[in-house]
């Protein structure tokens, strides 16, 4: 299948000489749901403002829906459709009327436009609320108006950044029904810049991680999650923040017949193992000579988070999610 966005050695460097994108290179197929992952001010909504023509790059070779972005933005802008983390809806209007008023917008009118309203309110189970105004919606509602908003004119490439920060789980999970709804059934490419594992982990069947305006990992979930190790055991310490107890654990760990692999966690280390269950008891063995005792010992299959954590030496914090970096739009 043939590639819908090709990015080649893209840098963007901002006027204060700030490097974002440190020569990233990526594809994304026709019909995928691609994932672009990391933490705040990592790269990722910086590429995507290039890429949806927001952003002029410093340079590198991209191409979307097979026009080349330097030379046919115009045209780029005709096929995409664009769904960003903070919702744009008018809260004056009602909810077919900011549909009515996005597609007028996009060159839309008479019965093709009152169909596709029709076809979007039903599809983001919006039809009863459809006549009231869109202030009087909760933040789930006024997402799912926003998405609708988004694919009034039937576009062939969706972008969504960050489109669920700040949902309670339940409008979030409605959002991800929605979405996987539009890529599996309409075959709309999406491409999904998330902070939420989880999110990508369910959504996207390929997908990058970008850490400091490079791209540290690629490949499908699966791939990423089998490459670091079938298991982990983590272990918690009383005192994380204690160098010595750290490199000492560690030690005690690499010692341990089994451990592939040893990271840092927030509240501790955590060893990779191919089989947790054969070897936890002889962690809780070696600890316990060593005269380590730590606060919990727990095993788990490797999320998306581990893979992250494996790449970066971090996790993404709890307060970093729904956080976003200024960035600056030079047109």
């Given at each position: 299948?043939?590639?819908?966005?090709?990015?080649?050695?893209?840098?963007?460097?901002?006027?204060?000489?700030?490097?974002?994108?440190?020569?990233?290179?990526f594809?994304?197929?026709?019909?995928?749901?691609?994932?672009?992952?990391?933490?705040?001010?990592?790269?990722?909504?910086?590429?995507?403002?290039?890429?949806?023509?927001?952003?002029?790059?410093?340079?590198?070779?991209?191409?979307?829906?097979?026009?080349?972005l330097?030379?046919?933005?115009?045209?780029?802008?005709?096929?995409?459709?664009?769904?960003?983390?903070?919702?744009?809806?008018d809260?004056?209007?009602?909810?077919?009327?900011?549909?009515?008023?996005?597609?007028?917008?996009?060159?839309?009118?008479?019965?093709?436009?009152?169909?596709r309203?029709?076809?979007?309110?039903?599809?983001?189970?919006l039809?009863?609320?459809?006549?009231?105004?869109?202030?009087?919606?909760?933040?789930?509602?006024?997402?799912?108006?926003?998405?609708?908003?988004?694919?009034?004119?039937?576009?062939?490439?969706?972008?969504?950044?960050?489109?669920?920060?700040?949902?309670?789980?339940?409008?979030?999970?409605?959002?991800?029904?929605?979405?996987?709804?539009?890529?599996?059934?309409?075959?709309?490419?999406?491409?999904?810049?998330?902070?939420?594992?989880?999110?990508?982990d369910?959504?996207?069947?390929?997908?990058?991680?970008?850490?400091?305006?490079?791209?540290?990992?690629?490949?499908?979930?699966?791939?990423?999650?089998?490459?670091?190790?079938?298991?982990?055991?983590?272990?918690?310490?009383?005192?994380?923040?204690?160098?010595?107890?750290?490199?000492?654990?560690?030690?005690?760990?690499?010692?341990?017949?089994?451990?592939?692999?040893?990271?840092?966690?927030?509240?501790?280390?955590?060893?990779?193992?191919?089989?947790?269950?054969?070897?936890?008891?002889?962690?809780?063995?070696?600890?316990?000579?060593?005269?380590?005792?730590?606060?919990?010992?727990?095993?788990?299959?490797?999320?998306?988070?581990?893979?992250?954590?494996?790449?970066?030496?971090?996790?993404?914090?709890?307060?970093?999610?729904?956080r976003?970096?200024?960035?600056?739009?030079?047109?």
């Amino acid at each position: 299948m043939a590639d819908i966005i090709s990015v080649e050695n893209l840098v963007e460097v901002y006027a204060d000489s700030t490097r974002a994108l440190e020569g990233i290179s990526f594809n994304v197929e026709e019909g995928e749901f691609f994932g672009f992952l990391g933490p705040n001010g990592a790269g990722k909504s910086t590429t995507i403002k290039i890429l949806t023509t927001l952003l002029r790059k410093t340079s590198g070779h991209v191409s979307v829906t097979g026009y080349d972005l330097d030379e046919s933005p115009k045209e780029i802008r005709k096929v995409i459709g664009v769904l960003s983390q903070e919702t744009i809806v008018d809260v004056d209007l009602t909810g077919r009327e900011n549909l009515h008023l996005q597609g007028r917008l996009e060159q839309m009118h008479g019965r093709i436009l009152k169909t596709r309203e029709d076809e979007l309110l039903k599809m983001v189970q919006l039809e009863e609320f459809a006549n009231k105004p869109a202030g009087r919606y909760s933040g789930g509602m006024k997402k799912r108006l926003d998405l609708a908003s988004a694919l009034i004119h039937k576009p062939r490439l969706l972008f969504l950044d960050e489109p669920t920060t700040g949902l309670d789980p339940q409008s979030r999970a409605s959002i991800w029904d929605y979405l996987e709804k539009l890529n599996r059934e309409e075959g709309v490419t999406i491409f999904l810049t998330t902070q939420y594992m989880e999110e990508a982990d369910k959504l996207c069947r390929e997908l990058s991680i970008i850490d400091h305006g490079k791209i540290i990992a690629a490949g499908s979930p699966t791939e990423l999650k089998r490459a670091i190790g079938h298991d982990n055991i983590t272990v918690s310490l009383k005192d994380p923040q204690d160098a010595s107890l750290r490199a000492e654990t560690k030690r005690i760990l690499q010692e341990v017949h089994g451990i592939t692999d040893i990271t840092d966690s927030d509240g501790g280390i955590i060893a990779h193992n191919k089989d947790a269950g054969e070897i936890i008891a002889d962690v809780v063995a070696a600890l316990d000579h060593n005269g380590i005792r730590p606060t919990s010992l727990s095993m788990s299959s490797p999320t998306l988070e581990d893979v992250f954590l494996h790449h970066t030496g971090r996790r993404i914090r709890p307060e970093e999610l729904g956080r976003k970096t200024t960035e600056p739009y030079v047109m």
